[in-house]
């Protein structure tokens, strides 16, 4: 939630793994990929933020999936760079506690759609987030939530994002 100094650099790399051998079907209901079916994928987050001025920051993410299929029959690998989220955070206030208001974009880089496994679905999303965050007094933690609303341009829909974290 906090906006960086002017000229300030901050960069943060991640990585999440998911795996799945279930789909939702028409119905809503869960059941298991046929032929013992199974995906895992790797997503690795690189994010990057420069301050400004002391209460904007100018924000760069860019996305890479490393995504894997296998079932009886067949496996299949796809790799490669999904999308890039420019956006920019500007800092409401600091009293009673940090607040500030983002924008963000997530454009799709290229990638096929109709690959098995598929990287993503070239969704174009805009986001309006506000973010908050509280230090802890005397102790090295904070506590962070954040929600907005994320403009979809295709399915499956616009989304109401939130975050809740604790930190120590």
């Not at 869960?30 to 933020?49: A, H, N, P, S, V």
């Not at 997530?106 to 598929?118: D, I, M, N, W």
Request: glycine share 6%.
């Amino acid at each position: 939630a906090w906006t960086l100094e002017k000229n300030q650099i901050y960069a943060e790399i991640y990585t999440k793994y998911y795996w799945d051998n279930t789909q939702f079907t028409n119905g809503r209901e869960k059941e298991r990929w046929g032929f013992d079916g199974k995906y895992k994928e790797i997503m690795t987050q690189l994010k990057l933020e420069y301050g400004l001025t002391d209460t904007e920051t100018v924000l760069l993410y860019t996305t890479a999936k490393d995504a894997h299929w296998r079932d009886d029959f067949n496996s299949s690998t796809k790799k490669g760079f999904t999308q890039i989220e420019p956006g920019v955070k500007h800092l409401l206030f600091t009293d009673p506690f940090i607040g500030t208001l983002q924008l963000k974009a997530k454009l799709p880089l290229h990638y096929s759609e109709e690959a098995t496994p598929a990287l993503g679905k070239h969704q174009i999303d805009s986001e309006i987030k506000i973010l908050t965050a509280q230090p802890w007094p005397k102790l090295p933690g904070y506590t962070k939530f954040e929600t907005g609303f994320r403009f979809r341009a295709e399915e499956p829909s616009n989304e109401i994002p939130y975050f809740f974290e604790f930190c120590y």
